[in-house]
Each structure stands twice: as structure tokens, then as C-alpha cells.
């Protein structure tokens, strides 16, 4: 979610509540509940008194508030012209303390051990009883602008250029050799010893960090009973096998929680067909775990997984040099191959091409009327530039290419689906499965595979796959036409009430074009947002 800022002069400000409340837009689907998640009430003087004390006794002068879709941000300018940032995680951010702790650890570490630009920690607090009554970081406002203020004054030449930079910072995270997958802490944030798994001497020569639990809200993000996660294993875990594994029983854990309402059966499955899947896919994980193939790109890899245009500032003067890189919160240790993925603006259009060949337009351009020349002209520099991080991660990175581009699509799938299968639906993890066993001796295993999946059970997936196709497919044209996500967030700018007019008119339209009465009753069901 995009940030807003609403300007609060401290002197004349007679309520802060607008400083608790969630003002960044509003939701299509159970908005009550959503605003809740993201409601934090702090003590604003107090938090003022710590930044005063880590900019050498300075005043706020100036409080602007920023949002996300987990913190509060509080831009403060001093009495000097100083600005800090001051971030609170909101109670959808995931365990106390873990989420900014690691936060914090991971914006010290990179300061001090790559030339990974962050913002200057100042200051932090885990411990939300303390006196701003909230957790906290604070830290030196980024300096520069971010790119999407000037995106389309770079030339194609600095973009080629910073596409490069980008790719040699990343290979400075993916050269790091960590201990072990979950989250980066300072090993005095994590007390009990049975939590972490210290990092090496040769990456940490001081002996001040350690790999914790993970502190993703996908393990607490509020759908899941207490005492549940308290039985769960969130990390940290030394190999692949035990990371995946916990993933299994994350999944597991969440099929006493509601079905998707959207779904039908076939979609969402039982409880019981989830665990015969988990069953299936825990048969296979030894196997997949072990692959040499996957191991040589398993490497735990600390990853920034949002790298979008508003996360990137680069300098005034240089639009092609990095500067900063913000919002490093929920950041992971992971499988490289999860990790490595295109950065959010460097995104291919459809049809794009991997290899050496470059993009080209259309033979047919020169007859497009003038729109179709337009998008085709936009298509091809998306392509350009998707080109300029594949080349140049190649060259640069070498380790990353291979995570993100010579992993088996189901092998990688499978790790992914296999935390969320009840939450995402049966069929993902079902086709990744059935995929694996298909090509098993393509995957390089000798011996045989340890499934052997029916032809009946075939029959059936592929009729349940297409019913997913058709439920994934609504979902996207929702999305997309009304320009939300799956909360259904509007962002502030819109007008709400407009949106839900669209939401209406966008599902009559699907039901007027459905061929029959039972595909417009189940265009209906599968409709993601509330009418």
C-alpha cells in the first residue's frame, strides 16, 4: 500500500486518535475488522521525548503521518531541519517484539557489514511496555527522492545503470553466509538459547547476531488460535528438510479455521483431504530436500522480497545511484530459490522471452492505429528493462540467476504451497504434486518415485484445476478492474462509495455474460468482495 501523509503541527493538535486510526484507505471486504488490525494507540509526547534524545536534544517541530499495511510511520522534522522516521508495527505485524527486533537487527547489520544502503538506526524499543507504550524504531529519514518521482526523467542509459547497481547489491545479500532459515536478531533479542542459531564468526566477527524465529505475520497473522502458534515450529531451522516440514505443519494448524467462502469443495478441500495431501507432499520432501539440484540453490539468503519504486531512493543530482533502500520489516532468511525474484518494476510483460534475445516490436507495428502503438511501445521498454536485471544478474550475480531461472517451476511451487494450502485451496499444492511425479527422473532422481498417483486421481485433478483456473481467474479480473488486493483495499484517493458501485456493475457484467444459470450462480460465489 501506497503511504499518505497527514501534517500534524504538534503546538495546535488537540487529539491525536487520527494518529491511531488506519487513514490510508478503506476496505471492500470486512473493513471493521481490517481497520482494527491496523489500530495503535501510542503515547505521541513520549515518542517525541526519545526522538529529541537520539538527535542531540532537538524539538519536534512537525509530525506527518505514513502508513503501510503493518506499521504506522511518523516523518518528524525537528527544530534544526533534522528528519527522522519513527516506525510502530500495527497488531497485524505479527508476534510482539520478533517483528522489530529483527527489523532492527537487519538495518544494523547491513550498515555495518555490506554496502547495502539503509536507513541510519537511531534508536528501538521491542518491548511495547515501555513509556511510548508501542514498539518502535526509529531511524534517519532516507535521503534522495524515490525513483517513482523520477522514473521517467531517467534516460535509458542511468536505468540500465542502476539496473546494474541493483544487481550488485543484491549479490552482496546473496554472498552472506548465514547459519541456518528464519530471521536475523541481535542475540540478546533472543533469550532462549533453544530459539537461535548463532551466526559464524566469518560473517559476524563481533558475535552479535543470531538466526530466530521467523517473524512473518504468515505464522500469527491473526487467523490462527494462540495456543496453536505456541505449538508450532517458527524457526529457527538448519536445513531444508526441518524448514519444510515446519511448513507442513503451519498448514496443518490452520484447517480448524473457516473455509473460503469463495471456494467451492473441490477448491478448499476437507480437512481430511488436506491431510492426506500433507501426507503425499511430506513422502516427497526428503527426496526434494535432498536434491543436489535444489541444494545449490538453498542457500540461506537474507532477501529484500518488495523492491518496488517506492522502497528505492536514489540521489537528486544522479537519478542512476542508489541511495537507500527502505521497508526492510518482515525481511527473511530463506531457500535462495524462494527468495531471488524479479524486483516489482522490473516485472516482464506477458509473452516475455528469457536469453539472449532481445525484445523487439511487433512485425506488424507499423499498422497499429495509435493506441495499439502506444501500449506495444510500453510493452516493449517494460521488456527493456526486464532484459537489462536478467543480463545483468547474470553477469553480476551468477548464483541468483540460477535460483530464479534454472529451479523446476513445480520444485519451487511446492515450497511455496506447502505452508498455505488452506488457505490458498487444496489444488495448487495438488498440481504441484502430481507435477513432481510426473517428471521425477527429469528432476534427477534415480530411484522411483515414492507416489504413484492413479489415473482416476489425474482425471479429477485436471477437472479441479480448471474450476481453479476459473476461480483465480475472477479473482484477477476483480483485482485488477478495481485496482485493489485480496483485502479489497481502496487507496485513499479513490472514492470509496464509486468502488463499490464498480464492484456491483464488474460481477452483473460477469453474470450477464455467463452461457448458462449454473455458471452465473457460480460466478457469484467465486466473486472475492461483498456486493
Known amino acids: ?141 532516507a535521503p534522495g527522492v524515490q525513483l517513482f518521482t523520477v522514473w521517467d526523467d531517467v534516460s535509458a542509459a542511468d536505468r540500465i545503470s542502476l539496473i546494474k547497481s541493483l544487481t550488485q547489491l543484491e549479490r552482496q545479500l546473496a554472498t552472506i553466509n548465514f547459519s541456518a532459515y528464519g530471521s536475523l536478531y541481535h542475540r540478546q533479542s533472543i533469550s532462549k538459547t533453544s530459539e537461535r ?59 480448524c479455521l473457516p473455509m473460503n467462502k469463495t471456494m467451492s469443495l473441490n477448491l478448499q478441500g476437507t480437512p481430511e483431504d488436506h491431510a492426506n495431501l500433507r501426507d503425499m507432499a511430506l513422502k516427497l520432501l526428503p527426496y526434494l530436500a535432498g536434491s543436489l539440484i535444489l541444494q545449490q540453490s538453498a542457500k540461506p539468503v537474507l532477501w529484500h522480497t518488495d523492491l518496488h519504486m517506492g522502497n528505492i531512493f536514489v540521489s537528486e543530482t544522479d537519478h542512476s545511484q542508489i541511495v537507500s533502500i527502505i521497508d526492510w520489516q518482515h525481511t527473511s532468511i530463506s531457500p535462495h530459490f524462494l527468495q531471488a525474484r524479479w524486483p516489482v518494476f522490473l516485472s516482464p510483460p506477458d509473452n516475455y522471452a528469457l536469453g539472449p534475445k532481445h525484445p523487439k516490436l511487433p512485425e506488424e507495428y507499423e499498422n497499429y492505429d495509435p493506441h495499439d502503438k502506444e501500449v506495444a511501445l ?40 506447502i505452508g498455505d494450502s488452506w488457505d490458498d485451496g487444496i489444488v495448487p499444492l495438488q498440481m504441484c504434486v502430481h507435477k513432481i511425479c510426473e517428471t521425477w527422473s527429469q528432476l534427477g532422481f534415480s530411484n522411483d518415485c515414492p507416489l504413484d498417483p492413479s489415473i482416476r486421481d489425474k482425471e479429477i485433478l485436471s ?54 444459470k449454473n455458471e452465473a450462480m457460480e460466478t457469484r460465489r467465486m466473486w472475492p468482495f461483498p456486493i
Request: with cysteine; net charge negative; aromatic share 10%.
Open 378 to 417: 510500453f510493452e516493449k521498454e517494460k521488456a527493456d528493462n526486464s532484459k537489462a536485471y536478467e543480463i545483468a544478474t547474470y553477469l553480476n550475480n551468477r548464483a541468483t540467476y540460477k535460483a530464479l531461472w534454472e529451479i523446476d517451476e513445480p520444485t519451487r511451487e511446492f515450497f511455496k504451497r
Open 197 to 255: 542459531i548463532d551466526l559464524d564468526m566469518s560473517v559476524d566477527p563481533a558475535g552479535q547476531y543470531c538466526v530466530g524465529p521467523s517473524c512473518s505475520p504468515a505464522w500469527t497473522d491473526g487467523s490462527t488460535a494462540a495456543d496453536l502458534n505456541s505449538m508450532l515450529d517458527m524457526g529457527p531451522w538448519p536445513d531444508l528438510l526441518q524448514y519444510g516440514s515446519a511448513l507442513a505443519q503451519r498448514s496443518a494448524s490452520r484447517t
Open 1 to 141: 500500500m501506497a503511504a499518505t501523509e497527514n501534517s500534524t503541527n504538534l503546538h495546535i493538535l488537540p487529539c491525536q486518535e487520527h494518529l491511531f486510526e488506519y487513514t490510508n484507505g478503506r476496505f471492500l471486504t470486512d473493513e471493521k475488522c481490517q481497520l482494527a488490525k491496523r489500530y495503535l494507540k501510542f503515547d505521541l509526547a513520549n515518542l517525541c521525548e526519545e526522538a529529541s534524545r537520539v538527535t542531540n536534544g532537538s524539538t519536534v517541530q512537525r509530525v506527518e503521518k505514513m502508513e503501510g499495511g503493518f506499521s504506522k510511520a511518523l516523518l518528524m522534522t525537528m527544530n534544526n531541519g533534522k528528519e527522522v522516521v519513527a516506525k510502530l508495527p500495527c497488531p497485524n505485524a505479527g508476534r510482539a517484539m520478533y517483528s522489530t527486533a529483527s527489523e532492527a537487527a537487519v538495518l544494523h547489520y547491513l550498515s555495518t557489514h555490506t554496502r547495502v544502503p539503509t536507513p541510519k538506526l537511531l534508536a528501538w524499543n521491542a518491548n511495547a511496555t515501555n513509556p511510548v507504550g508501542a514498539e518502535y524504531i526509529i531511524m534517519e529519514k
Open 463 to 516: 477437472q479441479h484445476s480448471a474450476e481453479y483456473k476459473q476461480w483465480y481467474g475472477i479473482h484477477d479480473f476483480a483485482k485488477k478492474y478495481l485496482d485493489t488486493d485480496d483485502d479489497g483495499w481502496i487507496a485513499p484517493q479513490a472514492d470509496f462509495n464509486e468502488k463499490k458501485l464498480q464492484n456491483k456493475a464488474l460481477l452483473d457484467l460477469l453474470i450477464e455474460r455467463a452461457p448458462t
